[in-house]
């Protein structure tokens, strides 16, 4: 859990200070492949709390969750259609969903060291 934590610190701070821009024209593909990649990222946090991480399946599965959601984007971009609201809903639930589960994992584990368990 910590490396989890500490890689997203690192990433958090290089992309601070390292100014990367790209066209606007790929904002709508970068802000679903960033939804995509938060819900990987905790999946792995919820599954570390479940004792079930494996770090093969976060890496497949935060790599295939953004290149799913970015063919979905241009997929639907292609015939007009906006197929990103799949995506949107999908990982926006998902995400909401791991983090309930989460805050359920640090309230019982506060709740537990508090009673002296």
Known sequence: MIWILAGLALGVVVGYYIPFTYPIDYSLYMSVAILATMDSIFGAIRSVFESKYDNLIF???????????????????????????????????????????????????????????
């Open 59 to 117: 890496i497949t599965g935060f790599i295939g969750n953004a290149l799913l959601a970015i063919f979905l984007t241009y997929i639907g971009d292609r015939l007009g259609l906006p197929l990103y609201y799949v995506a949107i809903l999908v990982f926006g639930s998902r995400l909401f969903d791991n983090l309930s589960i989460i805050r359920r994992h640090i309230i019982a584990n506060l709740g537990n060291k508090k009673r002296g368990k």
